[in-house]
């Protein structure tokens, strides 16, 4: 059983371009969530889509967007990319009606360095 | 606001002596709670989590934590600390009808033989 997957490992922007990253959740689940984990510091929630809605959002600017589609993959997309945005961003799985509980199981995640 | 604080950055121990890394929350109500492990180079690996129930939780590769509601802590323990044990480790928390995970600054656990 495949687990959530992530792409792209790395990636290298510069500033102002937009990035995409991609994320496929953990077989049967149907909730995914984003976090930003800048060097040094714990991963911070960006935004949770649930049936190809956003449900809960973070303290992350317009700039700042995703996707879900009917397969439950997930699309992270960061327009007007600043230095600051450089970081870890992870995805994770879950499922919804296991409530807050529920574990939530993080991908690899992406690498993303913007110069 | 809801907060996770880790207190120690850094912790560096001896194979074989006891781990203890320390995490405090702050919330007005009682939240799910959570020990996460990062291998270099990884994503986050669930250890152990608090929900309800029994305060001492048993998690996976020898760890538990202890929920004490009194002085809002949610201690991470190992007796015997082994060389593999090296990794970041991130105490987390979500408020109860929110699924919004709530993440400490994390811990680098050094393990020296």
């Known amino acids: 059983d495949a687990g959530v997957t992530q792409s792209p490992t790395h990636l290298i922007k510069t500033r102002g371009q937009q990035v995409t990253l991609r994320c496929s959740p953990k077989?049967?689940?149907?909730?995914v969530s984003w976090y930003q984990q800048a060097l040094g510091q714990g991963p911070q929630f960006i935004f949770q889509?649930?049936?190809?809605?956003?449900?809960q959002r973070g303290n992350f600017p317009d700039r700042f967007s995703g996707h879900q589609f009917p397969n439950y993959s997930s699309e992270l997309n960061v327009n007007a990319l600043l230095l600051g945005d450089s970081a870890l961003y992870l995805c994770?799985?879950?499922?919804?009606?296991?409530?807050?509980?529920?574990?939530?199981?993080f991908g690899p995640g992406t690498r993303l360095t913007v110069t | 606001a809801q907060s996770v604080t880790q207190l120690g950055s850094h912790v560096s121990v001896s194979e074989g002596a006891l781990v203890l890394l320390r995490c405090n929350y702050s919330?007005?109500?009682?939240?799910?709670l959570f020990w996460y492990v990062q291998y270099p180079n990884q994503g986050l690996q669930l250890l152990l989590k608090?929900?309800?129930?029994?305060?001492l939780v048993k998690g996976i590769n020898g760890f538990e934590a202890e929920f004490k509601k009194s002085e809002t802590s949610f201690h991470l323990t190992k007796p015997s600390a082994h060389m593999s044990d090296a990794a970041e480790y991130f105490c987390?928390?979500?408020?109860?009808?929110?699924?919004?995970?709530?993440f400490g600054t994390g811990t680098r656990l050094q393990v020296f033989p």
């Open positions: 994770a799985s879950s499922l919804s009606w296991g409530g807050p509980s529920y574990e939530q199981y």
């Open positions: 077989s049967g689940h149907d909730t």
């Open positions: 889509y649930y049936e190809e809605e956003e449900r």
């Open positions: 919330s007005s109500v009682p939240p799910y």
């Open positions: 608090y929900t309800t129930g029994a305060t």
């Open positions: 987390a928390v979500i408020l109860y009808n929110t699924d919004k995970l709530i």
